[in-house]
């Protein structure tokens, strides 16, 4: 039977992993070993092209790869950013594949803040502990695991699957997901779906534990602000200060209430869980329908509306001099469709004499809550944790599913974990002490299992 050899990253120590309540050192599942041996890899992606870089990892997930028969191939956009991408050869080569696919990068960590070293792959109190066990080394390593069971188990897969491990989603795929759909397309021929990050996690809803299966993503354009004005001594009467005009507009823009607006995903979400409260859905507002939803609150609130965050201020090189020009970064998440108007009023919001860069953006998704992929995840989850409620939501925030999609390839969010209802595991996705459960690995592994066995 092929297996995945037990190979640590080699900078670290292997450390007393898993120590029971008792003190009795516990043996970790194989999805908690690779988690944990990815996050101790530092592949902080720093965005604006300053990355420590994934080649590391990726050789390490390759490797685990053809310990299970398979032949990777690594491809390096720039050098240190390597995404990898593995075929597993389906039972039945009517059907089209499937894409598998996680990222290797993840967001800074500020240690200073955290309570335990965010890259020593820490194990805790029956959890996980480490930048990316949430977003989203936990899923890399369900993938892992879940592949060595589906080929023990029954050989191969009932499709072809298309693993990928990208490089660089953490600033929007340029040099992972996107360069690999557009200079190796062929990668992922005969692909026409994908399941990945930001959904597939359970919450609790009237009191009853529901899933979220990610079936939408906003657009995201990331601008930056530029104000100009004269440069002069800081003593001075000075009516034209870039800085103070920055300042202005950044409020405006950071204060500002848009719309919430409906879209096929959220009416149907809101329906749902109006139907689970037993709430008239017409008399509750969508604000209100979305805090029942506890933790996931932040992310679905966000859904029913156009967003517009201040992320970074940068003016001025000295005390006592005002400089000609401030800039500030600003993050926006629009409806999908809405991206140019929202553009359009976001001038009118800063007026006029600010200047609007956009630095990167990309497209919104939405696919509908229902076919054959939603019906095998829908009663997989049925099987392990019968009753629950699978709900689909549109992600506030964006996945590697937007590069997929400009190959005609519909993107979910599903990495299964089933979670306490006391853990606000939304909260962590780019939060400190980021953690997983044990054993949601353990439970996330046997429904990747099953289902990919099975569809
Ligand atoms: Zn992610």
């Known amino acids: 039977m092929p297996s995945i050899s037990n190979v640590h990253p080699a900078e670290k120590p292997a450390d007393p992993a898993g120590i029971s309540p008792a003190g009795h050192p516990q043996k970790l599942d194989l999805t908690a070993e690779i988690a944990r041996d990815l996050i101790r890899f530092d592949t902080t992606n720093y ?6 870089g994934e080649t590391e990892a990726a050789e390490y997930v390759a490797e685990k790869l053809r310990g299970l028969g398979l032949v ?46 965010p890259f020593g792959g820490v194990i805790k109190d029956g959890l996980l502990w480490g930048r990316g066990a949430v977003d989203m080394k936990n899923m890399d390593a369900m993938i892992l695991a879940s592949l060595q069971d589906v080929i023990n188990a029954n050989g191969a897969p009932e499709r072809d699957l298309v693993i990928a ?25 005969g692909a026409t779906e994908a399941i990945s990050e930001v959904g597939g996690y359970s919450i609790t809803l009237g009191g009853q534990r529901a899933y979220l299966l990610q079936t939408g993503e906003k657009a995201l354009i990331w601008v930056k602000l530029v104000a100009r004005g004269e440069a002069g001594h800081g003593s001075r009467m000075h009516p034209n200060n870039a800085v103070t005009r920055l300042a202005e507009a950044v409020a405006k823009l950071g204060r500002y209430e848009w719309p919430i607006r409906l879209t096929d995903t959220t009416e149907q979400l809101l329906g749902e869980i109006a139907r689970i409260l037993e709430v008239d859905p017409q008399r509750v507002g969508p604000d209100e329908l979305a805090l029942a939803t506890g933790t996931a609150s932040g992310f679905i609130q966000a859904s029913l509306r156009t967003t517009t965050n201040p992320t970074g201020l940068t003016a001025g ?76 939501y549109l992600l506030s925030a964006g996945t590697d599913n937007k590069a997929l999609s400009t190959l005609g390839i519909k993107g979910y969010g599903f990495a299964p974990l089933r979670l306490p209802g006391d853990l606000d595991f939304p909260a962590m996705f780019h939060g400190v002490d980021e953690r997983v459960p044990l054993d949601a690995l353990v439970f996330g592994r046997q429904v990747l299992t099953d289902l990919l066995s099975q569809y």
């Open 72 to 117: 990777p191939e690594l491809f390096d956009s720039e050098p240190g950013r390597t995404s990898v991408i593995a075929r597993v050869k389906g039972r039945d080569a009517a059907r089209p594949a499937l894409v598998v696919h996680g990222h290797l990068d993840v967001v800074p960590a500020d240690a200073a803040n955290w309570s335990v070293d």
């Open 317 to 392: 090189y000295k005390h006592n001099v005002i400089p000609d020009t401030a800039e500030a970064l600003i993050d926006i998440r629009a409806l999908p469709g809405e991206e140019d108007l929202v553009l359009s009023q976001i001038q009118e919001i800063v007026g006029a004499d600010i200047e609007i860069v956009t630095m990167h953006r990309d497209i919104g998704l939405e696919t509908e809550f229902s076919g054959p992929l939603i019906e095998a995840v829908v009663s997989t989850l049925e099987r392990h944790d019968p009753g629950a409620p699978v709900l689909p």
């Open 47 to 52: 965005g604006a092209g300053r990355s420590n």
């Open 165 to 189: 491990f990208f490089a660089d989603e953490e600033a929007g795929g340029v040099l992972g997901s996107h360069f690999l759909v557009r200079e190796h397309p062929h990668l992922f021929d």
